[in-house]
């Protein structure tokens, strides 16, 4: 192992091969600048804090002035347009420019989101979203948004921060007139209770040398366990690949979860958060980690409210005697940080662009140092695979697979939700036995086994194990797991056409626009498919120029939803 260390002092907090810049720009008034001061509070003033920074402006003012947007400028000494080019790129800043006079537009008393994500639309968003404005009233700012990772409890609204399951117009005007903004803190297992439950012993074994590290990444890769944020690398084989990096290493935890359809992360956390944080610490302590930073996307506020309790009371009582520093990071609405190297960009306080690669994140990832980067659920397996071994995870498994899989299903069945089901099961298998079956009257017509991106299949296709690897062959992927479940009755059918368009709009306004490729890919795309009549040919010449030059995956699968509709739906396009 190499162990050529560097001190973490030197590189945490700033960015390799920063060159000064000469500001310029607006002047800033002193009240300003002490407005900016008060509302930052005790954030310290670092580059890398710039999204923190930004969040704290937009939360007390509701917006983000160019003034405040100077003012905090200077104080991190920064190029103004350095601050604006992240302030617009993510979609929960609402920047605002001075009029003629030097005033700005008061913000709106209250804002809406109302969820279009697939799911969504599924089960009438688009008619909320038509009623709410008239019905809640010009103070009410009411919006779309894509994917809130509630796709089981569609339709959603989100009321400032507070989300309404299964929401109708009476509810949202409900809150909206109470004026019940906030998520409650989810009623999860807190720290008392997991230690009751045996929580923290095997980190304290590890700590106390019960168990040594070599053991424990091999219980790692022999459960074949592999990263469950929709890349699928092994777990075990990326701690070994970092812990041969030299120290300082770094951790970087995606709670992004922005992928539609995609909601297993949020269901864990709100139930048991000290089993994913164990899993965390051991990983930090397997491969030798310094510091840690978690990135929770900012739909989850309720979430965020509960970490910051755990992680609190977890360092006020540790179960070991030498924690590494967590971090938690606040998203701010981009589904593009998702992508692990985008993610880390965000971290560092920029706009979420995905980096060229090589050099890999485990080599020079956060601040430059080498990283794990880890999924939520990945963590949240570790102690049950270390404790029970590895057999017990391998052991699971349908149809010649290996695992447990937690399937996050919306759409049309009886009982949405995340269902751990065997790695390989059919669709088939988990509608029938894990979600109640189809609602009555309704046939299998269609679903989505990968999320947004993971493309779409005709329910001829129902029997196919899903799992990683097994779908490619069919022009599709398991991802995440998002598992959209699309039917057909005497009444309806869910087209996958519609389907397409829905997921296309999706790729074209989160692209993040660094390539050219995925940046007019998606949007000619979504413009070729408006009509009845698609022009395949260009399609599909289109689809195989983003595959093939694409910086990350949001540009490289945006056509696959498309290109499945093409070859199994063609029936929609009067193509059979």
Same mark, same amino acid.
């Given at each position: 192992?190499?162990?050529?260390?560097?001190?973490?002092?030197?590189?945490?907090?700033?960015?390799?091969?920063?060159?000064?810049?000469?500001?310029?720009?607006?002047?800033?008034?002193?009240?300003?600048?002490?407005?900016?001061?008060?509302?930052?509070?005790?954030?310290?003033?670092?580059?890398?804090?710039?999204?923190?920074?930004?969040?704290?402006?937009?939360?007390?003012?509701?917006?983000?002035?160019?003034?405040?947007?100077?003012?905090?400028?200077?104080?991190?000494?920064?190029?103004?347009?350095?601050?604006?080019?992240?302030?617009?790129?993510?979609?929960?800043?609402?920047?605002?420019?001075?009029?003629?006079?030097?005033?700005?537009?008061?913000?709106?008393?209250?804002?809406?989101?109302?969820?279009?994500?697939?799911?969504?639309?599924?089960?009438?968003?688009?008619?909320?979203?038509?009623?709410?404005?008239?019905?809640?009233?010009?103070?009410?700012?009411?919006?779309?948004?894509?994917?809130?990772?509630?796709?089981?409890?569609?339709?959603?609204?989100?009321?400032?921060?507070?989300?309404?399951?299964?929401?109708?117009?009476?509810?949202?005007?409900?809150?909206? /007139?109470?004026? =019940?903004?906030?998520?409650? $803190?989810?009623? #999860?297992?807190?720290?008392? !209770?997991? *230690?009751?439950? @045996? +929580?923290?012993?095997?980190?304290?074994?590890?700590? /106390?040398?019960? =168990?040594?590290?070599?053991? $424990?990444?091999? #219980?790692?890769?022999?459960? !074949?366990? *592999?990263?469950? @944020? +929709?890349?699928?690398?092994?777990?075990?084989?990326?701690?070994?690949?970092?812990?041969?990096?030299?120290?300082?290493?770094?951790?970087?935890?995606?709670?992004?979860?922005?992928?539609? +359809?995609?909601?297993?992360?949020?269901?864990?956390?709100?139930?048991?958060?000290?089993?994913?944080?164990?899993?965390?610490?051991?990983?930090?302590?397997?491969?030798?980690?310094?510091?840690?930073?978690?990135?929770?996307?900012?739909?989850?506020?309720?979430?965020?409210?509960?970490?910051?309790?755990?992680?609190?009371?977890?360092?006020?009582?540790?179960?070991?005697?030498?924690?590494?520093?967590?971090?938690?990071?606040?998203?701010?609405?981009?589904?593009?940080?998702?992508?692990?190297?985008?993610?880390?960009?965000?971290?560092?306080?920029?706009?979420?662009?995905?980096?060229?690669?090589?050099?890999?994140?485990?080599?020079?990832?956060?601040?430059?140092?080498?990283?794990?980067?880890?999924?939520?659920?990945?963590?949240?397996?570790?102690?049950?695979?270390?404790?029970?071994?590895?057999?017990?995870?391998?052991?699971?498994?349908?149809?010649?697979?290996?695992?447990?899989?937690?399937?996050?299903?919306?759409?049309?069945?009886?009982?949405?939700?995340?269902?751990?089901?065997?790695?390989?099961?059919?669709?088939?298998?988990?509608?029938?036995?894990?979600?109640?079956?189809?609602?009555?009257?309704?046939?299998?017509?269609?679903?989505?086994?990968?999320?947004?991106?993971?493309?779409?299949?005709?329910?001829?296709?129902?029997?196919?194990?899903?799992?990683?690897?097994?779908?490619?062959?069919?022009?599709?992927?398991?991802?995440?797991?998002?598992?959209?479940?699309?039917?057909?009755?005497?009444?309806?059918?869910?087209?996958?056409?519609?389907?397409?368009?829905?997921?296309?709009?999706?790729?074209?306004?989160?692209?993040?626009?660094?390539?050219?490729?995925?940046?007019?890919?998606?949007?000619?795309?979504?413009?070729?498919?408006?009509?009845?009549?698609?022009?395949?040919?260009?399609?599909?010449?289109?689809?195989?120029?983003?595959?093939?030059?694409?910086?990350?995956?949001?540009?490289?699968?945006?056509?696959?939803?498309?290109?499945?509709?093409?070859?199994?739906?063609?029936?929609?396009?009067?193509?059979?």
């Amino acid at each position: 192992m190499n162990t050529t260390a560097i001190s973490l002092d030197k590189v945490a907090g700033q960015l390799p091969g920063r060159k000064q810049v000469r500001r310029a720009g607006r002047t800033v008034d002193a009240a300003t600048l002490a407005e900016v001061r008060e509302a930052l509070g005790s954030l310290p003033l670092r580059r890398d804090l710039l999204i923190e920074h930004l969040h704290a402006l937009n939360d007390c003012f509701g917006q983000l002035r160019t003034g405040h947007m100077a003012a905090l400028a200077q104080l991190l000494r920064l190029a103004q347009v350095e601050v604006f080019e992240v302030a617009s790129f993510y979609h929960h800043f609402d920047v605002v420019r001075e009029d003629e006079q030097g005033r700005y537009e008061a913000p709106a008393r209250l804002t809406v989101r109302v969820c279009n994500g697939l799911s969504c639309e599924l089960a009438g968003a688009d008619a909320l979203l038509a009623r709410l404005p008239k019905l809640l009233g010009a103070e009410v700012r009411v919006i779309e948004a894509p994917c809130v990772g509630r796709c089981e409890q569609a339709p959603v609204a989100v009321v400032h921060q507070r989300p309404v399951p299964k929401a109708d117009a009476a509810a949202v005007q409900a809150l909206a /007139a109470a004026d =019940r903004r906030f998520d409650d $803190v989810p009623p #999860a297992n807190d720290l008392a !209770g997991y *230690r009751a439950q @045996g +929580g923290y012993e095997l980190l304290r074994h590890c700590h /106390a040398g019960s =168990r040594d590290v070599e053991s $424990v990444i091999k #219980a790692m890769e022999d459960s !074949g366990l *592999r990263g469950l @944020g +929709g890349a699928g690398f092994p777990a075990g084989r990326k701690w070994r690949i970092v812990r041969g990096e030299a120290a300082p290493r770094l951790m970087a935890v995606n709670i992004d979860e922005g992928e539609p +359809g995609t909601f297993k992360d949020r269901h864990y956390l709100e139930r048991d958060p000290h089993r994913f944080l164990e899993g965390l610490l051991v990983a930090a302590w397997a491969v030798g980690i310094d510091k840690v930073y978690v990135y929770l996307r900012d739909e989850y506020h309720g979430c965020r409210a509960l970490l910051e309790r755990e992680l609190a009371a977890l360092r006020a009582d540790p179960p070991v005697a030498k924690l590494p520093e967590i971090e938690l990071r606040r998203g701010a609405g981009a589904y593009i940080c998702g992508e692990e190297s985008a993610m880390i960009e965000s971290i560092e306080g920029k706009r979420g662009m995905p980096r060229l690669r090589p050099p890999y994140v485990a080599q020079v990832g956060l601040f430059g140092r080498p990283t794990l980067e880890h999924n939520f659920e990945t963590l949240y397996w570790v102690r049950d695979i270390v404790e029970r071994g590895p057999q017990w995870f391998a052991s699971q498994g349908r149809n010649g697979r290996k695992g447990l899989r937690s399937f996050s299903v919306s759409g049309r069945v009886r009982e949405p939700g995340v269902k751990l089901a065997p790695a390989g099961i059919t669709l088939r298998q988990l509608v029938d036995e894990y979600c109640g079956g189809l609602p009555e009257g309704h046939e299998l017509y269609g679903y989505l086994p990968g999320g947004a991106s993971g493309g779409i299949l005709p329910a001829s296709m129902a029997d196919i194990p899903l799992d990683f690897d097994t779908l490619q062959p069919h022009g599709c992927f398991i991802g995440s797991a998002a598992v959209m479940v699309l039917t057909k009755s005497s009444t309806h059918v869910d087209r996958a056409v519609d389907a397409a368009r829905n997921l296309m709009r999706f790729f074209e306004d989160e692209s993040c626009g660094q390539c050219t490729p995925c940046r007019a890919g998606t949007a000619k795309t979504r413009a070729l498919i408006a009509g009845d009549q698609w022009d395949t040919a260009l399609l599909a010449e289109l689809s195989q120029v983003m595959r093939d030059a694409s910086i990350c995956g949001l540009g490289q699968a945006a056509p696959n939803p498309v290109d499945c509709v093409v070859r199994y739906f063609p029936h929609e396009l009067g193509l059979s």
